[in-house]
């Protein structure tokens, strides 16, 4: 996994539309999947506030070509480049020359001055989120054969009320501790646990409504469908208490429902707080010689670094 390059400058760009070059660093720019970059300015702060005699702008892409009249990129008279729809492809540095006069005002003496800037794009789109559910329920005993029909029964109502979200519950798992108390002497309790997936079946067909923002459909579903299944359970205990005719065999805890948030990666994307940190929460793309086949968080480290490309799924 690469080491961010000492004394190198990085620049979180997430809702600004101006990013300045600097002659004595790179830069770092984000840029998320489908949409325009910021626009990259070929000069540093300090040199926009300076009048520019006869300036001349050269920009060159990853590919080591002139970006000038590419239909994929916007370049102003004034030297910003703006790139359009990116993609992961499209990673990589970006390199402005700038050549500009200065003139004497005595003699008229002209002298050229010659500058380069590098940007360090990279594709990133955002985390998918699922979450991880705990919660808890009283039972008479763990040797209960209704443990287990309890909780294959709460799964299909839990799945019932988040269906219509293309949520799912996933992961899922109990036990049966017990639990001796000051107050009550010897409880016994199920421990449950599970996961709140936004990819159930049918999720592809939502995303192609939405395909430039699917992560964030997909995820503003997982959390809904956790609020709902919070209700669920907040409700329960009242469900319990003041309708059910009989006391039933087990009961909610109070209190026990608590959620955890967990983050996933498209393939060809992983996250890195030290390589980049100003984009610490982003799933960004996976350098050359590295890949991600999963949905997990790192890109891994080629053995023999054949990829030369970013967002690599497998090392071939």
């Known amino acids: 996994r690469a080491e961010p390059k000492e004394e190198q400058l990085s620049i979180d760009l997430i809702g600004k539309n101006e990013v300045y070059g600097d002659i004595k660093h790179e830069v770092n720019v984000y840029v998320k999947v489908f949409t325009n970059s910021p626009f990259l300015v070929c000069m540093d702060l300090a040199l926009s506030q300076e009048k520019i005699i006869d300036p001349k702008y050269l920009w060159i892409g990853p590919d080591g070509k002139d970006l000038e009249g590419q239909r994929y990129v916007n370049v102003t008279e004034t030297g910003k480049l703006m790139v359009m729809g990116f993609r992961e492809s499209m990673s990589g540095t970006y390199t402005c020359t700038l050549s500009h006069k200065i003139i004497e005002t005595t003699t008229q003496e002209e002298t050229e001055i010659v500058e380069a800037y590098k940007f360090m794009v990279y594709a990133y789109r955002e985390a998918d989120h699922a979450y991880q559910v705990f919660v808890r329920f009283t039972t008479t005993h763990c040797k209960l054969q209704t443990n287990a029909l309890f909780f294959e029964t709460l799964k299909n109502i839990l799945n019932s009320t988040i269906a219509h979200l293309t949520c799912h519950i996933t992961e899922s798992s109990y036990k049966c501790h017990s639990i001796r108390t000051p107050k009550h002497g010897l409880q016994h309790e199920l421990f449950v646990n599970f996961q709140v997936d936004p990819f159930a079946p049918g999720w592809e067909e939502v995303c192609h409504k939405f395909p430039h923002d699917c992560e ?97 799924k497998s090392c071939y």
């Open 216 to 312: 964030d459909v997909t995820n503003m579903r997982a959390q809904q469908a956790t609020e709902r299944i919070g209700k669920f359970f907040h409700q329960l205990r009242y469900v319990l208490e003041h309708e059910a005719e009989a006391v039933p065999t087990i009961q909610y805890v109070e209190n026990s429902f608590s959620v955890t948030p967990i983050d996933s990666c498209r393939p060809g994307f992983g996250k890195n707080h030290h390589t980049h940190q100003n984009c610490a929460s982003c799933c960004v793309v996976c350098g050359p010689g590295t890949y991600s086949p999963n949905n997990e968080v790192t890109c891994w480290t080629c053995a023999k670094p054949r990829v030369r490309m970013y967002g690599a």
